[in-house]
């Protein structure tokens, strides 16, 4: 047992700490660091760095842009990222999609689709919850009929994050009303510019508009974008989800903002103090820390025995980064949110693109509040955290 | 980073569990338990016959030269069979004092007998007054000639009654809490003026109360420098709360297992309890709790080889912090899951919540811990 890092991995780790300092925009930097949301303009602007540096796509194989990083350094990469903080490479592309079209996609689709995803030519979206469909995904509605060369796509996906910006949405669609449950599902990859395609806001308990309803009316696909097989796409969705899990635990993110919390905390007075020196809430702080701390060693058991027997199979511990992470987070904005006090109440009326230097920090912490009551709720909800342990590791 | 274990520290796992399957279920545990001593004789030769009790000793003193993973897999096993052998008093406690502070006459006349099995110790720090400060003592060590004359009073000494040697903190000097002038005493139990009195504790071992008047020792009881032993008092004591987060992983572990096992198996309403989700979900995050003290006494043991020794110190206060309040959630669900038989002596899943209660106040509970890492500046 050794908590070190090689030295091989210590160079590595100096080598894109170096990287991200040098080399992430201050304007995109700042909005991080306020959690502001960041535009469709910066996503592209951070991607394309990342990409001429070829880092873009880093955990891809190597013919589509990957660098062959081993999971420690791929684990230091994201640290160091989260970090800084520097913009996460937009997910629904490098993440999922990505990872599909390669696994399961044809010669054709590979060629034209992977390129685009890594340098952000194509800002995909992801088009699996519906109104009914939620955690029971699998009782998604949205179906796809096949008439000659083309599928007939109608329904509504729903929570399709950042679709207002989306050039694609790939979908689960029923092309199997007959068949059993996760039977008859298809993975279908879909032009947003597609006549019969409505994207519809909703805007969140924070006033932030991250999240949109997409209503998909007799919208025409090419069969060819269709992925794998017909009535095989749950089996690539799993395949997806389980990717998802990784790197949900954010201990790297979590660091910085307990960096800001203690900063904030030190320079905000309570009681002729700052509040960093009240005991109370140094308790409070030690607390966190000591959990995140265990966090990142347990995320760190995860990462070296993923190391070990191969990537690909989520690791059942995954869950515990889920529900741990997002708590973690969540109790971070609370402490923040007690550290502004009675300020925290002012609505931020500039929104998002405020570029503002004078714009007080206090601005964007109820909201940041209120927002991260998501972490808990997306992927996989914590609840399903729990199912998903209490089968696959206490077999229950 | 690399949390497997190596060849020969997965061979020591596997002959420690083979020992303790063999030799230490519920049943053959109480009949240990009762006797007079309040554990088995015939174990503690056991454990010394395969090495156990010599793992952390030099190999110049005729030990075999392991570290703190090897303790940690030791006290890991010990906790899933809620061992009652006094292992934590002598090998880790009193077996540290001499590997850090002895003088090499003082390993001579000790260790061999440690390793052996021929002689067991208990550590008499625990004061009416001083809770988890070990800074705060009031039995004091006088010079009379070459030697000390001990006066004072110690408290919840485990294994008093039946250890050979007691390592005794006394103040050689200044007042009752500063933290100049401590030291570390080695006192023979049957010493003139020793009283001991003995009795069963809550977790179903022994411990004892011990008096010390006018006790009259050599100069050779001094282990370290008497005017400054409290550096060398928190060394080993970091290191036995170490041991007992390794040994509440354990008993976390089992404790864990038992309970998905029993709801499992009982049933109600025509199905097994396990089946209800209410139950699921508790049993999820008990599983959560106790990954989360795995990793955190993981890194306790690690941190024994951290050069900074602040940063050493504040590793184990934030172990002991996750431990404890995963023993408390991992001990406390244990008996609701069981329901009605959780509360009975004959099921052994109280017994398990009752040496996790134990440990989490031995050596500073959760709120102390919080303290001291907080006071330490923070952990990340």
Not at chain 2, 213 to 224: K, N, P, Q, S
Request: with cysteine; hydrophobic share 40%; proline share 4%.
């Amino acid at each position: 047992m050794d908590l070190s890092l090689t030295p091989e991995e210590q160079a590595f780790r100096e080598e894109v700490r170096a990287f991200f300092r040098d080399n992430v925009p201050a304007g995109i930097k700042k909005k991080l660091s306020e959690n502001r949301h960041t535009t469709k303009e910066d996503m592209v602007e951070w991607t394309r760095i990342l990409h001429k540096k070829g880092w873009a796509v880093p955990h891809w194989p190597k013919e589509f842009g990957g660098t062959e990083w081993t999971a420690v350094q791929q684990y230091i990469f994201n640290e160091e990222m989260q970090a800084t903080p520097a913009p996460p490479p937009l997910p629904f592309g490098v993440n999922m999609v990505g990872p599909v079209i390669y696994t399961f996609a044809n010669e054709a689709q590979k060629k034209h689709y992977l390129p685009r995803i890594a340098n952000l030519t194509d800002w995909w979206c992801q088009g699996f919850s519906e109104p009914g469909s939620g955690s029971d995904l699998a009782s998604l509605k949205t179906k796809a009929e096949r008439k000659g060369d083309k599928y007939i796509v109608n329904g509504q996906k729903t929570w399709t994050t950042l679709a207002q910006h989306a050039d694609w949405i790939f979908c689960l669609v029923r092309t199997d009303p007959a068949a059993k449950k996760q039977q008859g599902i298809s993975f279908l990859l879909i032009d947003m510019k597609s006549k019969g395609i409505t994207v519809r806001p909703i805007v969140t308990i924070d006033g932030g508009r991250e999240v949109n309803e997409v209503f998909f009316d007799d919208v025409e696909v090419p069969a060819e974008n269709l992925v794998g097989e017909e009535n095989k796409g749950w089996d690539y969705a799993k395949f997806l989800l389980g990717n998802e899990r990784t790197n949900i635990a954010r201990v790297g993110m979590s660091k910085e903002r307990l960096r800001r919390l203690r900063e904030l905390a030190g320079s905000t007075q309570a009681g002729g103090r700052p509040i960093l020196d009240d005991p109370k809430f140094r308790e409070k702080l030690a607390a966190v820390e000591v959990e995140l701390k265990a966090l990142e060693l347990t995320q760190m058991r995860v990462v070296a025995n993923e190391g070990k027997n191969g990537k690909g199979k989520p690791d059942p511990a995954s869950s515990v980064l889920k529900i741990k992470g997002s708590e973690i987070q969540q109790t971070l904005t609370e402490l923040m949110l007690e550290v502004a006090g009675p300020f925290a109440s002012p609505y931020d009326i500039h929104g998002d693109d405020n570029t503002n230097e004078t714009m007080d920090w206090i601005a964007q912490i109820a909201p940041t509040y209120f927002n991260y009551r998501k972490v808990s709720i997306y992927g996989g909800s914590n609840e399903i955290q729990r199912n998903i342990i209490s089968k696959a590791v206490l077999g229950l | 980073m690399d949390f497997d274990l190596s060849e020969e520290q997965r061979l020591l796992k596997d002959s420690v569990d083979g020992l303790l399957n063999d030799s230490y279920d519920f049943e053959q545990r109480k009949k240990y338990g009762a006797e007079k001593i309040g554990w088995s004789k015939a174990v503690w030769g056991k454990l010394a016959e395969q090495g156990l009790l010599g793992l952390p000793f030099a190999e110049a003193d005729g030990g075999f030269g392991a570290g703190a993973v090897e303790t940690m897999i030791v006290m890991q096993a010990f906790g899933r069979a809620l061992v009652l052998e006094p292992y934590l008093p002598t090998v880790v406690i009193a077996g540290g004092f001499l590997r850090h502070g002895g003088s090499a006459a003082q390993k001579a006349a000790h260790i061999p007998g440690i390793i052996d099995g021929s002689k067991t110790f208990a550590f008499a720090q625990l004061e009416k007054n001083s809770r988890y400060d070990l800074s705060d003592v009031s039995t004091t060590a006088k010079k009379k000639g070459d030697g000390w004359v001990i006066d004072g009073e110690k408290f919840v000494v485990l294994n008093g009654e039946a250890a050979d040697t007691l390592v005794v903190t006394a103040r050689t000097k200044g007042g009752q809490t500063e933290r100049d002038g401590i030291g570390v005493f080695l006192v023979p139990r049957t010493a003139k003026g020793v009283t001991v009195k003995g009795y069963p504790t809550q977790d179903g071992m022994r411990a004892a109360d011990i008096t010390f008047t006018g006790v009259e020792v050599g100069a050779d009881a001094a282990l370290g420098d008497p005017a400054n032993g409290l550096p060398l008092i928190e060394r080993v004591v970091d290191e036995a709360r170490t041991a007992l987060c390794a040994e509440a992983v354990g008993a976390m572990d089992e404790s864990l297992k038992i309970t998905v096992e029993y709801i499992k198996t009982r049933k109600q309403f025509g199905v097994p309890i396990g089946s209800f989700q209410a139950l699921q979900h508790r049993a999820a995050d008990m599983f959560v709790f106790t990954e989360q003290a795995r990793s955190m006494a993981m890194l306790a043991t690690m941190a024994s080889d951290f050069n900074d020794a602040k940063e050493r110190a504040a590793s184990v206060a934030a172990a002991k912090v996750q431990v404890g309040k995963s023993s408390k959630f991992v001990g406390q669900q244990s008996i609701q899951l069981h329901g009605g038989i959780g509360m009975t002596m004959e099921a052994s899943i109280g017994h398990y919540f009752k040496r996790l209660s134990i440990i989490e106040s031995t050596f500073g509970d959760t709120d102390y811990h919080l303290r001291r890492a907080s006071e330490a500046g923070g952990i990340i």
